[in-house]
């Protein structure tokens, strides 16, 4: 069975410039969560999916940060524009719903760098 | 709000050698997760701890989940180079009103063969 599949794994922009991650969860999961893992930290989560629904997305920078899961299964992230801050790994992971008894499977992510 | 500290935060062990590492909490979690992150990949699941007390393995793993809730431990025996990587504790926060996990700042851990 596939996990979950992210592109691109790399993206080098300019800042101001827009950029997006797309998602593919593992088929069945109807939970997707996108995380923002910094260097040197854990992962911190920036929204969260129930099928098409985006149930928690208090920690999105909303001025500069959109996602979408139109049909409930693959999901994009986007930043619009991008600043040097955002450089970071994003992490996608789904799970078949929520709770601890629901194992996250996560993505191998996006690495960006913005200059 | 709810914050996981790791200790340590890195370590060079001799291969054969064990392993400890710890996760502490200023609040009570009802559930402690421990992953691996290995390089350009994403976090993978170890153990998970659902009861205070809990101690639980997974090969050469072994976890627990400390009696006051509020700190895990996790065991690494007879090191190999492959367990190499960065190990984050997690559990679920309960303080902002909707379900979402914290994570630690991580172990990372390198093995001298």
Redesign the interface.
Known sequence: EAG?VQSP?YKIIEKKQPVAFWCNPISGHNTLYWYLQNL??????LI?YENEEA??D?QLPKDRFSAERLKGVDSTLKIQPAELGDSAVY?C?SSLG????N??F????TRLTVL | GQQLNQSPQSMFIQEGEDVSMNCTSSSIFNTWLWYKQDPGEGPVLLIALYKAGELTSNGRLTAQFGITRKDSFLNISASIPSDVGIYFCAGPSTTSGTYKYIFGTGTRLKVLA
């Open positions: 979950v794994r040197g930290q854990g992962p911190e989560l969260r149930v928690d208090s992490l992971a929520i709770g601890s008894y194992e996250q996560f993505g191998p992510g």
